[in-house]
């Protein structure tokens, strides 16, 4: 839904402003600030709904068997009465297959988030990284500068050395 309405957001643009205008967004469909949010915390919802199924069946259920014949005495019945469930077998097998789908979307999910996270980790170290070798060579280039300047000042004979300052964030 929110590529959907970014997309929507890029059409109206350039209905308003004309074809060539100024995007408003480099790649709608990319995942990033609020989608990728979005996205993360529909994740964490969904393997709450299924961690929260798997436990509540378990518990309800005490396992994942199911007996055919219960005793039971609550009302209406007068004393203790056998009540067969029809099929277990068949319950158990249906129940023992959604259990096991509920358990490999939430291992699923969890690799997902594993995946977002690390690939915006290495997003934002390779970045880091690129922004110190920017950095590093424009401080080389600035030295290289200042050797140039200092070759150019012994050529012509003054011994002027200017003050030379690296501010790096």
Not at 8 to 37: A, F, I, V
Not at 64 to 80: E, G, H, M, V
Not at 91 to 107: E, P
Request: proline share 4%.
């Amino acid at each position: 839904m929110h590529v959907a309405y970014r997309e929507d957001r890029e059409r109206k643009n350039q209905l308003k402003y004309g074809e060539n205008c100024k995007r408003l967004y480099p790649n709608t469909g990319k995942k990033r600030g609020g989608l990728w949010w979005t996205y993360i915390l529909t994740l964490v919802f969904k393997i709450g709904v299924d961690a929260t199924f798997v436990f509540l069946v378990y518990h309800m259920y005490e396992g994942y068997s199911f007996p055919s014949l219960i005793k039971c005495a609550q009302d209406p019945c007068p004393n203790t009465v056998d009540c067969f469930i029809s099929r277990p077998t068949e319950k158990r097998i249906f129940t023992i297959f959604m259990v096991v789908t509920s358990l490999a979307c939430i291992l699923l999910s969890f690799f997902e988030i594993l995946y977002l996270v690390g690939k915006r980790c290495h997003e934002f170290l390779s970045s880091a990284h690129h922004s110190r070798q920017v950095i590093t060579h424009s401080m080389s280039s600035g030295s290289k500068l200042m050797e140039a300047n200092a070759l150019k000042s012994a050529e012509q004979g003054t011994t002027k050395k200017t003050p030379y300052y690296v501010v790096v964030s």
